[in-house]
């Protein structure tokens, strides 16, 4: 019996994680342009057409605005509005150790539990489809890369 309820639970968590990627999908954070840009980067993963540019605003080493424009896939623009919803008033430290948690999660090295990540939380089904990691994790290497080659703000 415990066995047949949990089964039951398991497709209710799964709808519900495809309608939070589909939420960002079809809302995504982070669209409003800046009137200010501290770092940018643009990514693009060449297998699936998937693009994005990402511009970040600081303020005392704290991402006080996020903007980005991703065109391809649910996955990747679901993934960036989720960057751009849970980075926003995160330290740079802060920031990265999410973004390197997202990665060692997509790759099976973490357990999505270990850490309250929010909506991220959606994207860990995606590591069932190796080729869709890439798309789930275009948004969190742009990130990496705006912020590469900075002195203060270097990832580990």
Request: proline letters at 4%; glycine letters at 8%; aromatic letters at 4%.
């Amino acid at each position: 019996m415990i066995v047949l309820m949990q089964n039951q639970e398991l497709p209710k968590l799964d709808e519900l994680y495809k309608e939070i990627i589909l939420e960002h999908y079809r809302e995504p954070c982070g669209k409003v342009p800046l009137e200010h840009v501290d770092y940018e980067a643009e990514g693009m993963n060449p297998l699936c057409g998937d693009e994005v540019k990402l511009s970040l605003q600081l303020k005392d080493k704290t991402i006080e605005k996020i903007h980005i424009e991703g065109h391809g896939c649910s996955i990747s623009v679901a993934s960036g509005s989720m960057l751009a919803s849970i980075l926003k008033g995160k330290s740079i430290n802060e920031a990265k150790q999410l973004s390197l948690f997202l990665k060692d999660m997509m790759h099976g090295k973490v357990d999505k539990n270990e850490k309250d990540i929010g909506d991220l939380e959606a994207l860990e089904g995606v590591k069932k489809f190796p080729v869709r990691i890439k798309c789930a994790l275009l948004p969190w290497t742009t990130f990496e890369e705006a912020l590469a080659g900075h002195e203060h703000v270097e990832i580990s």
